[in-house]
């Protein structure tokens, strides 16, 4: 994670570490974190002047969070919303769809004007501007607030789930309905369900096959390690490859105490939420 700090000058003032204005904009604190399908992307701003302030809330002005990816040409808003509130500012929360982004990703903050400003100056502006006044037209820059960058760690793949190698799925020709799950491996939890329906699974999106499948293994492998720790005679595990990977994903999202349904999908990224989002956005085009 970079944040850069250097911002440019424009022909009107600045919001920025040059003299042009003596308040603060800046962003600070950016941390990112992969989940199902998005990029969470959250970050610290810090902006201090008064009169932009009174631009915002009244809708002459708005931030701009914008995205860009080098490696796959997309570009975007990232649409982040205020999560916190400070005295100097706030933290937001937006996110970015894997697919669209690879390697260096750079968001660049901006407040853009939406509404023609007639006769506009800052109280905080440079005295050597005078009494001078500026004319800020619909999508002009009032301020730069810097940048930061990242490279996204890919926490999903269609085939290979949040929780990694722990799970392989193979079609069972003898089964008819349904999915079984066993833990004699000690490599992964194997999972198998109706061979026929190995093309569906294949060409389903990830929101339906973490939700319909993975999702449940999950659960039943959870409770397999809660009925293990409890019993008496509890059989010892820790050679297993799939256990040591998911009681680390259980320990980082919980403990073995949360109840069981609240736990995965934690540990999955909540992918129901995702998965009806979708589908109501899908209702919406028709």
Known sequence: ???????????????DASDDVSTEFQVLNAVVTPTVNDVEVKFQVRMTDPD????????????????????TIAAGELGATVQQRHVDGATY??????????????????????????????????????NATFSILPGDVL?????????????????????????????????TKGIDVKFFDDEYVLVTFPERLQPHFAAAGPEI?????????LMEAVNFI????????????TEKSWYTALFKLISENGSLAHPTFELAQKMLGYPLDTALSAALDHMGDE
């Open 93 to 130: 929360v937006g996110s970015i769809d894997q697919e669209d982004v690879r390697r260096l990703v750079i968001v660049e903050l901006r407040i853009v004007a939406i509404h023609a400003i007639p006769n506009h100056r800052l109280t905080n502006q440079n005295p050597e501007y005078g």
């Open 1 to 15: 994670m970079k944040t850069a700090a250097k911002r440019g000058s424009y022909p009107h003032p600045v919001l």
């Open 52 to 71: 932009i302030q009174a631009l915002l809330d009244t809708g002459l002005a708005r931030y701009s969070f914008r995205w860009t990816c080098s490696s």
């Open 226 to 237: 809660k009925a293990n720790e409890s019993s008496d005679s509890s059989e010892d595990l």
């Open 143 to 175: 301020a730069e607030g810097g940048s930061f960058q990242f490279e996204p760690e890919k926490r999903y793949d269609p085939l290979m789930p949040p929780v990694g190698s722990c799970f392989r799925f193979e079609s069972d020709p003898k089964r």
């Open 209 to 217: 096959q973490i939700g319909l499948v993975v999702l449940p293994a």
